[in-house]
């Protein structure tokens, strides 16, 4: 796969995401206060739950469902939990985001 | 180049105080660690259970070598510190080894005291301190037969228990005729003493030991008056003394521990002191609880952070002996400004006393049935007014039922199997085995580690009596005051304070007014600073939806697979032909999976997906719905009964003054979620005394009830005041419910509110004091003309649907 654009960073809330709605399911693409972007598959590591759903910060995002915190960069649970999600490569370039979905399991 | 920070004394607040440094500022230092004990770090309060057979010395184990090389820390075991050059800033030990410091903690905790009598140190006499002794009380066990215990206290017991179960035959000396008497008041301290003598202890109670005997090996134990028993092993546990040794040579200001201030400095501003051989304003702490306190605080100095203080710690007491449950805190003897307030059930093996004083728990002591020991210490270190509650106190919280976990109060008795935490399905054994092998402390760890007691939290009480039954102390409650959440120091209320009086109107003012660690906040802070600052401004505060948690940012309640749930608002409970023929329309059209009436007499419209909200609102709000505010911390439900319209009972209308006091609330946000309901008559049918306003109709006017809750842990209301007209409860109302807004601490029921602030004070507030009602209602009306926007609505009609909607589409 290449790089597709999915919309303007202006259209994620800062300390907020959004879905990008694929074949293979939903990622969540996450906006942090200093604009960094990551995205990673809406679906935790516990329970499946929609960490697009959960609240931001930091680099960090609490999952709605049962609050565990999962780490964006790498998509990994903060300890003690443990278990990651799979995560995309994401960047922007002139206030676009473009995402490269993974696709390896 | 780093700075080079020492450590001497290898033990568990000196090792806490490196952990928590390493946490703030991994870089800061070169560390180097001197401890005269050949070991890591242990910990030392599983000492006893490693006597007693039930743990392994690999158990208790903290820090092994690795994790000193693993963060570059040298360490020197088995070398005793004997020398601090001040001047040159160099420690030495023993055997010559030195290392210059820029800073140096001390860490050397205490020394056991041994009593000055003749024979005292004949071989086969012992104190109880570290991995050393206890090797040789277990060589002992194999070898001998008859051991004695001088000194009747914590650790003396705890010996005496591990030495029967290790076969031998045991007698307990006690100078006083109490045991562990600075823990137990007479009565419970005689119960204790059954308990034991039950299991095959032996006890000399007031006697005074006045010679150890023999001539190469300890024979005897001779006591004043002449009687003398025989004895292969003689333990000393009589007491400790802080170990200032080292400092004083150093010319530290010692008294009867090394002096420190606030922020656990000693009088050498390079030197910092934490653990058992410290004083801090006059006390010198003997448990691990308060140590860990220090050592946090130091900590923070350490990274040169600098804004933690010291402030001393309360402290509780718990035995750990297998089968035996006790609790103490406080003053608990009393005295002539004291009262008491006393439970013994000796058949059941129960016996409570709590000392009051000017209204307040001053102490208490129990014995047998230790769960709301917890409550009590905290009622205790809030020294919040317990007059409201003293009716009930004895029976504890939970007297009143608390869901999930029925009847179960002896925590030592509990099976390992039994449940604890009903909402995660865990059990005692499960928490036991992850105190001890992941070595956890704190009740905030233990819900990390375990679940136990993070969901709906009403095993709470189980789970710190367990932690208090392994470890030994209170490692929950000691911080005099509770911090709002890891990002700040400061308290819910102080926080509260400061954005009023500060005039503090955004988030991010206010994150930086109090210095917030987390630029960003964290998922716990950020909602309810949000809450404070929308109640205190409510015309001026803009909302921040990223702060809220997702239901109350989506406006429906998310469910386990990601859909949500719609509860348009039944006022009062009462609907009609057409607005059923609407929703069941609405169902339809969105193919709703699942329609079904709450337990809040409403219609839930359940696995909606996101996307398909705003359309559904659109429906709902053209056929004169607004939301419900299920997902709300805010005004739920009015439940009301058919009232005097039809019922033959009925003695007001009760359904048209739920439906009033329901338009009145609506849209108002609060601490947490606040349910009313009218009843028509004291039958109740809406069960209004269950609930956080309840109304109770009776033939002359209408009672107002406040505080219940159903739930978690059942409270019924108290009785606020009986008013005569409709009116006035529609203004009790909105300034109880003013009054609940501005001082709830944020996801505080009124329950827990009003047993904070007292009934009498409310009373005071909305019943005695007509025109501070008036106030507090007419604040009330001013925020809900902001409050009152139906969501729904709103988002129905905005341009900006990119909550609802997918950012794109792709493959
Ligand atoms: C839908 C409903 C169950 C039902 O099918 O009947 C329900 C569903 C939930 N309740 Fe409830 N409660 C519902 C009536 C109740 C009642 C009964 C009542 O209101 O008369 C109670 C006990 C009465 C009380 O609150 O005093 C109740 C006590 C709780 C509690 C415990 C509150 C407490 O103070 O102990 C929680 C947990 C919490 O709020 O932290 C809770 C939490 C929840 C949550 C929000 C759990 C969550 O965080 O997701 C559930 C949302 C499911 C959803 O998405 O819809 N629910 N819940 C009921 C909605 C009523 C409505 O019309 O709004
Ligand atoms: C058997 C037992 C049971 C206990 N049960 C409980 C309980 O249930 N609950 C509770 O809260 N507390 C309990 N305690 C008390 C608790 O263990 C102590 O409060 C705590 O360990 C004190 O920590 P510390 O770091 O101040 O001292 P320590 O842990 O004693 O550490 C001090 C270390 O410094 C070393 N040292 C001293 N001088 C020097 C020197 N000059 N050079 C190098 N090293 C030196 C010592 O060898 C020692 O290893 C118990 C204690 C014992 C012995
Ligand atoms: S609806 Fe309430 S009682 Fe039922 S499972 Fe959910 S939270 Fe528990
Ligand atoms: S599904 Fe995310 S925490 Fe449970």
């Known amino acids: 796969m290449s790089w597709i654009e999915v919309g303007e960073l202006a259209e994620i809330p800062r300390l907020g995401a959004r879905v990008v709605r694929t074949a293979g399911g939903n990622i969540a693409v996450f906006r942090t206060a200093t604009d960094a972007v990551f995205a990673l598959d809406d679906k935790c590591p516990h329970k499946g739950g929609p960490l697009s759903q959960g609240i931001v910060f930091e680099n960090r995002v609490a999952c709605p469902l049962h609050n565990w915190v999962i780490d964006l960069q790498e998509g990994c649970a903060v300890g003690p939990d443990t278990g990651c999600t799979r995560k995309h490569e994401v960047k922007v370039e002139a206030g676009k985001v473009f995402l490269l979905p993974s696709t390896a399991a | ?811």
Request: glycine share 10%; charged share 25%.
């Open chain 2, 1 to 811: 180049m780093r700075e080079k920070l020492v450590l001497i004394g290898n033990g568990m607040a000196g090792v806490r105080t490196l952990e928590e440094l390493l946490k703030l500022a991994p870089d800061a230092y070169d560390i180097t660690v001197f401890g005269s004990e050949p070991y890591g770090n242990y910990n030392r309060i599983l000492l006893s259970p490693v006597l007693a057979g039930e743990k392994t010395i690999d158990d208790i184990m903290l820090n092994d070598d690795a994790w000193y090389s693993s963060n570059g820390i040298t360490l020197h075991k088995g070398k005793k510190v004997t020398k601090i050059d001040r001047r040159k800033r160099i420690v030495t030990t023993e055997d010559g080894t030195d290392a210059s410091y820029d800073r140096l903690l001390l860490a050397t905790g205490s020394n056991p005291f041994v009593i000055p009598v003749p024979g005292n140190n004949l071989p086969g006499v012992i104190t109880f301190r570290d991995i050393y002794d206890v090797d040789r009380m277990l060589e002992a066990s194999q070898n001998y037969k008859h051991a004695v215990v001088i000194g009747g206290g914590l650790l003396g017991l705890e010996a005496a228990n591990g030495l029967k179960l290790r076969g031998m035959n045991v007698t307990v000396v006690h100078l006083m005729d109490t045991l562990m008497e600075r823990q137990l008041d007479p009565v419970a301290g005689a119960m204790l003493k059954k308990s034991l003598e039950d299991r095959g202890l032996h006890f000399l109670m007031a006697h005074s030991t006045e010679a150890i005997v023999g001539d190469e090996h300890v024979k005897g134990v001779r006591f004043k008056g002449g009687l003398e028993i025989a004895a292969d092993l003689v333990v000393m546990a009589v007491g400790i003394r802080p170990n200032t040794d080292l400092a004083k040579s150093a010319g530290l200001h010692c008294e009867r521990g090394i002096v420190v201030n606030d922020t656990m400095q000693t009088y050498d501003p390079r030197i910092y002191s934490v653990g058992e051989c410290v004083q801090h304003r006059g006390i010198a702490y003997g448990l691990v609880a308060p140590l860990f306190e220090q050592a946090k605080v130091c900590a923070n100095h350490l990274a040169q952070l600098g804004y933690s203080r010291y402030e001393g710690s309360l402290t509780s007491t718990k035995l750990k002996v297998t089968g035996i449950d006790l609790f103490s805190a406080g003053d608990f003897i009393g005295d002539d400004s004291t009262e008491d307030i006393v439970l013994k059930d000796a058949a059941r093996g129960v016996y409570k006393k709590i000392v009051l004083k000017d209204n307040k728990i001053h102490g208490a002591v129990m014995y047998g049935d230790t769960v709301d020991g917890a409550w009590y210490f905290q009622l205790m270190r809030d020294e919040i007014d317990v007059s409201d509650l003293r009716e009930n106190l004895m029976f504890g919280q939970h007297h009143l039922g608390d869901s999930g976990h029925g009847q179960t109060n002896r925590v030592a008795a509990m099976e390992d199997s039994a449940e604890v935490c009903g909402c995660n399905g865990i059990c005692k054994g499960d928490i036991v085995k992850a105190i001890i092998g992941k070595k956890l402390f704190t009740l905030e760890e233990v819900r990390a580690h375990t679940k136990a007691s993070s969901s709906c939290g009403s095993c709470t009480g189980l789970v710190e009596q367990l932690l208090a039954h392994t470890l030994g102390g209170d490692y929950s409650q000691t911080p005099k005051k509770k911090s709002m959440c890891g990002c700040t120091e400061f308290t819910h209320d102080e926080v509260r304070e400061g954005i009023r009086v500060n005039r503090l109107k955004t988030m991010q003012t206010a994150r930086d007014f109090f210095q917030w660690k987390n630029p960003d906040g964290c998922q716990s802070c950020r909602p309810a600073l949000n809450y404070y600052l929308l109640s205190t401004w409510p015309s001026e505060y803009v909302d921040d939806a990223q702060s809220r948690f997702i239901n109350e940012r989506a406006h429906a309640n998310i469910q386990k697979d990601g859909t949500y749930s719609v509860i348009p608002r039944i006022w009062g409970g009462e609907t009609n032909p057409a607005e059923l023929r609407a929703i069941a329309d609405v169902a339809e059209k969105y193919e709703v999976p699942t329609v079904k009436i709450t337990g809040g007499q409403r219609i839930d419209l359940l696995g909606v997906k996101k996307e398909d909200l705003p359309k559904m609102w659109a429906d709902l709000s053209r056929a004169g719905f607004v939301s419900g505010h299920a997902y709300g911390k805010a005004l739920r439900t009015v439940k009301t009964c058919v009232g005097k319209t039809w019922c033959r009972f009925g003695t007001q209308d009760s359904t048209t003054l739920g439906i009033k006091l329901e338009k009145l609330t609506w849209g108002s946000w609060t601490p947490h979620k606040f349910k009313m309901a009218a009843s028509g008559c004291p039958r109740n049918c809406a069960e209004a005394t269950i609930k956080d306003f309840g109304v109770v109709c009776v033939d002359s006017g209408y009672e107002l009830h406040v505080g219940g809750n159903g739930g978690v842990k059942v409270r019924a209301t108290d009785l606020l005041c009986k008013v005569e007209t409709e009116e006035e409860v529609l203004e009790y109302c909105a300034a109880f419910m003013q009054l609940y807004r501005e001082e709830g601490r944020y996801l505080e029921r009124t329950a827990p509110y009003l047993e904070r602030v007292g009934l009498s004070y409310v009373k005071q507030k909305i019943v005695e004091d007509p025109s501070g009602r008036k106030i507090l209602a007419e604040r009330f009306y001013e925020s809900q003309k902001y409050a009152q926007v139906d969501p729904w609505k709103q988002h129905a009609e905005a341009e900006d649907q990119g909550e609802f909607v997918p950012l794109s589409k792709i493959g």
